[in-house]
């Protein structure tokens, strides 16, 4: 069989499926699955397409493409989002209801992808991880049902999605809880980078007595043409006087060369970071640890990660898991970690060629973090070889999320994010 061209966010992730199968109805996703295990395809799910490892593409396999399905729905507070809507699309939908959803940092990827897996975003601190934020869902499974799930149907089911990624059947919509508001204050504050040190161990401190309104996702950059900078981007969901008085405290981390943090949109920031992290063929590679605090060898170790970045195009991305999101029960969901942290995205990105170096930048980087870090990590963003680190994200979780795997998809049928194996 010939291969189909599919492009996806990273443009490292080259192979090509045989199939492709373009969904807009909950018949068409039965049908391609059907499709798919007569033929003896493996089967993928291509929603938002900003999977870095490339699980919504198997090669040579079938893909279940849901990049149509994005449509969102209002229904008093809760959004009704289609299996393939972006952040971007529901927040586009919420905001003339007056309402916001939490969502992750960048408008362009899947909301359906990301929730399932976790959802680390702006509103951590105030409304949790995305998938905090999941009421239900509309799935079809490996045998062709159609099954809605929530606390009350199927609630096994439910538990399991909220963790465990597309690992379970194709989820064609998704009930998301929405907030009261549509603007934050929320931007950027840049330091040197030769600032690092200093800036990032007194984050620390502050991190420890943000409140809920306040979640700063931080890290190290390169703005084009100009020396890397540390980024400290705070949202704040709350008054504008008691917002801004964190926004100094901010800005006293360091020197800034650069503070712009105003009231804007919610889809605001999004649309920054989508400008940053566009879908232009450039090549990624990730990895990702968890630091429970930045302690000052944690610190030492980001700092020597920052320097030693092997191309301006690279970043050390950091999100902090704080507020609401630690007061979810560990067993409420599958999720494998609810207490405070900070989740640290290594970035390999270069231009052209495969990158063996950049890669070993984000290796080295992550065996720099490793000593300072819990196990396990945030299954999103690990890869398939970093098994180490898969046995350990569900902590807990990971037997009974073992078990509803074989309960909901006994032939394994579905593959995305990786579970851990049987045995761990
Ligand atoms: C630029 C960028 C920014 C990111 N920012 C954040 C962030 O701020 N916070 C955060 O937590 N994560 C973030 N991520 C990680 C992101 O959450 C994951 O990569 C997520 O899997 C992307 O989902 P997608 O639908 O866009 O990707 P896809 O590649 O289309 O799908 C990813 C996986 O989800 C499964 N899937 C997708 N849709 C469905 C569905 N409807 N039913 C069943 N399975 C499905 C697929 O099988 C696939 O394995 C970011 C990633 C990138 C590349």
Redesign the pocket.
């Known amino acids: 069989m010939k291969p189909i061209p599919v492009t996806?966010?990273n443009g490292a992730a080259t192979h090509q499926p045989a199939r492709v199968i373009p969904c807009s109805t909950v018949e068409n996703v039965r049908d391609a699955i059907r499709r798919a295990r007569a033929d003896g395809l493996l089967l993928?799910?291509?929603?938002?397409?900003?999977?870095?490892a490339g699980?919504?593409i198997r090669p040579g396999g079938l893909v279940v493409d849901?990049r149509a399905m994005r449509d969102v729905q209002v229904e008093g507070d809760t959004a009704i989002v289609s299996?393939?809507a972006t952040a971007a699309d529901l927040i586009a939908a919420a905001a003339p209801t007056g309402q916001v959803a939490a969502t992750?940092?960048?408008g362009a990827?899947?909301m359906?992808?990301?929730t399932?897996?976790?959802?680390?975003?702006p509103l951590c601190g105030a409304a949790g991880l995305s998938l905090d934020n999941l009421l239900g869902a509309e799935i079809v499974l490996a045998d062709g049902r159609v099954v809605t799930t929530d606390a009350q149907h199927e609630p096994e089911l439910f538990w399991a999605l909220r963790g465990g990624?597309?690992n379970f059947?194709?989820?064609t919509s998704m009930r998301l809880r929405l907030h009261p508001f549509t603007t934050v204050l929320a931007g950027s504050v840049l330091f040197p980078f030769g600032q690092a040190r200093d800036v990032l161990g007194r984050y620390a401190e502050l991190a420890r007595t943000a409140p809920d309104a306040l979640t700063m996702h931080l890290g190290v950059v390169s703005i084009p043409d100009n020396p890397p900078v540390v980024f400290v981007n705070p949202t704040w969901c709350g008054d504008d006087d008691e917002g801004l008085h964190w926004v100094a405290r901010i800005e006293a981390l360091g020197a800034p060369i650069m503070s712009r943090v105003e009231r804007v949109p919610y889809a605001e920031p999004l649309r920054r970071n989508d400008q940053l992290?566009a879908a232009d063929g450039r090549r990624y590679f990730i990895r990702t640890r968890n630091l429970s605090a930045l302690t000052r060898d944690a610190v030492s170790a980001l700092v020597t990660a920052g320097e030693a970045r092997t191309s301006p195009l690279s970043t050390i991305s950091i999100?902090h898991f704080h507020g609401t999101a630690t007061r979810v029960a560990i067993s409420d969901t599958a999720f494998g970690y609810r207490g405070e942290h900070f989740m640290v995205e290594l970035i390999a990105s270069w231009p052209t060629g495969d990158g063996t170096e950049h890669r070993r930048w984000a290796d080295e980087a992550a065996e720099l973090l490793r000593p300072h870090a819990l196990p396990g990590g945030y299954p999103?963003?690990l890869g398939p070889e970093h098994s180490d680190q898969i046995a350990d994200a569900y902590g807990p979780n990971t037997g009974r999320l073992l078990a509803a795997k074989a309960a909901y998809d006994p032939d394994g049928v579905f593959t995305?994010?990786p579970l851990p194996p049987k045995h761990a």
């Open positions: 996806i966010w993928s799910v291509l929603g938002g397409g900003h999977d870095w699980r919504a849901l299996g393939g992750g940092t960048v990827v899947g359906t992808g990301m399932l897996g976790g959802g680390y975003g990624g597309g059947g194709v989820v992290f999100h999103n963003l995305a994010t």
